[in-house]
Nanobody
Framework: VQLQASGGGLVQAGESLTLSCVASGMIFETSHMGWHRQAPGKQPQLVASISSDGTKLYTDAVKGRFNISRDNAKNMVYLHMNSLKPEDTAVYYC????????????????WGQGTLVTVSS
C-alpha cells in the first residue's frame, strides 16, 4: 500500500487549502480513508475520515470548516480546509483504516509521508 499526500503550504489565517492523497496497492473503493495531523510536540490527531460508503466524521476542532471527500475513480481522497487558523498548523497525513462502533482507527503502517500546512496569523 502506498499513500502519497500533497497540497500543503504556507497560508494566512482565514484562507483555504486543499490536500490531496493518491492511493495505490489497495482496493480503494472498499477502503475507509482518513486524515490525521501532527503539530510540533504533539501526538497525531484524527482530523476526518470517510468510509467506503461515503460517511464522513470530523473532529470537533474542524467541524464546519473542513470537508473530506473521495474520488474512487482516481483513487484519491481530499481534505478541503477553509477558514484556516494558526492552530491548524501541522503535518497532515492520509491513511487507511477500519471503522468500529462509528469510530475510525487507522491501520499501522498504512500512512502517507505527510504534507506540511503552516497557517500564519
Amino acid at each position: 500500500v502506498q499513500l502519497q499526500a500533497s497540497g500543503g503550504g504556507l497560508v494566512q489565517a482565514g484562507e483555504s487549502l486543499t490536500l490531496s492523497c493518491v492511493a495505490s496497492g489497495m482496493i480503494f473503493e472498499t477502503s475507509h480513508m482518513g486524515w490525521h495531523r501532527q503539530a510540533p510536540g504533539k501526538q497525531p490527531q484524527l482530523v476526518a475520515s470517510i468510509s467506503s460508503d461515503g460517511t464522513k466524521l470530523y473532529t470537533d476542532a474542524v467541524k464546519g470548516r473542513f470537508n473530506i471527500s473521495r474520488d474512487n475513480a482516481k483513487n484519491m481522497v481530499y481534505l478541503h480546509m477553509n477558514s484556516l487558523k494558526p492552530e491548524d498548523t501541522a503535518v497532515y497525513y492520509c491513511n487507511t483504516g477500519d471503522i468500529h462502533g462509528g469510530r475510525y482507527f487507522p491501520k499501522e503502517g498504512y500512512w502517507g509521508q505527510g504534507t506540511l500546512v503552516t497557517v500564519s496569523s
